[in-house]
C-alpha cells in the first residue's frame, strides 16, 4: 500500500497542481519511487549492519561481509516482490485505456538496470558500513544525502523539462542514470547508452572500492563498535 499511496499523493500534487497531464505520469512517478526506496532503505541497512550486530560480531564468528550484504539482499527480495505492484499499476491503465504502453523485448531489458542498482547498493552499502564504524555521525549525514539524491532523481518531475546547471546536477546522479534507463526499458524505448556505460562504470568503482575498504578494515571493527 505504501508505495501505491505515494504514487497517488505526487501524482495529484505534482501531475494535477503543476499540470502534468502525460496520462504514463503515475507509472513513471511509481517505477521512480521504487527504485529510490529500495536504494535508500538497503544502504541505510548496509549502513547500520556492523554497529546493530556489534554484539553477535564479539562472540561469535560469522565473516562480517555477510551483515551488510544480509541487509542489502532481503531488502532487494522485499523491492522484487514491490514490483508486481508496478505491472499491476500498468496494467490498470492500459485494461482502462489511458495510456497504450508498446509492448516489446525492451521490456524484459529492465533486468539490466536492476542489476545496476544492485551492484551500486552492495558497493557504496559495503562503504557506509566500513565508515560508519569509524564515523558514527555519518548515519544523520547520509539521510540528508539520501534527500539530496531524491530530490536529483527526477522521481516526480521530467528531467527533460530542466535546462543549463540543473540538467548537468541530475545526470551526475548515477541513481537518475539507472531510474532513466529502468523507465525507458519499462515503456519500451531504447537505453541511453551513455547513461548506461556512465552508470555501470560508477556501480563497478563503488563495488570495487567498498570491497577493498571493508576487507582492509574489517578486522579492526571489533576494537571500534
Avoid at 100 to 105: E, R, Y
Avoid at 144 to 160: N, R
Wanted: hydrophobic residues 55%; proline residues 3%.
Amino acid at each position: 500500500l505504501e508505495p501505491l499511496l505515494s504514487m497517488v499523493v505526487l501524482t495529484i500534487v505534482f501531475g494535477t497542481l503543476y499540470g502534468n497531464t502525460d496520462k504514463t505520469f503515475p507509472v513513471y512517478i511509481l517505477s521512480g519511487r521504487l527504485l529510490y526506496s529500495f536504494y535508500s532503505s538497503a544502504t541505510k541497512a548496509a549502513l547500520k549492519s556492523i554497529r546493530s550486530n556489534a554484539a553477535m560480531i564479539k562472540k561469535v564468528y560469522v565473516p562480517k561481509y555477510m551483515y551488510p550484504l544480509s541487509g542489502i539482499l532481503s531488502n532487494f527480495v522485499i523491492f522484487l516482490i514491490s514490483l508486481v505492484v508496478l505491472v499491476g499499476v500498468m496494467l490498470f491503465f492500459m485494461a482502462t485505456g489511458s495510456y497504450k504502453a508498446p509492448m516489446n523485448a525492451n521490456m524484459f531489458l529492465t533486468v539490466i538496470p536492476l542489476l545496476n542498482l544492485l551492484i551500486l547498493s552492495i558497493g557504496v552499502g559495503l562503504i557506509l558500513a566500513t565508515l560508519c564504524v569509524f564515523f558514527r555521525d555519518i548515519e544523520y549525514l547520509w539521510s540528508v544525502m539520501l534527500m539530496l539524491i531524491m530530490y536529483c532523481s527526477a522521481i516526480f518531475y521530467f528531467a527533460s523539462r530542466l535546462k543549463g546547471a540543473g540538467g548537468m546536477l541530475i545526470k551526475i546522479n548515477p541513481l537518475y542514470g539507472i531510474i532513466d534507463n529502468f523507465r525507458r526499458a519499462l515503456f519500451g524505448q531504447h537505453f541511453d547508452m551513455v547513461l548506461l556505460g556512465y552508470t555501470f562504470g560508477v556501480s563497478i568503482v563503488a563495488f570495487l572500492l567498498g570491497m577493498f575498504m571493508f576487507y582492509k578494515k574489517q578486522d579492526t571493527f571489533i576494537l571500534n563498535i
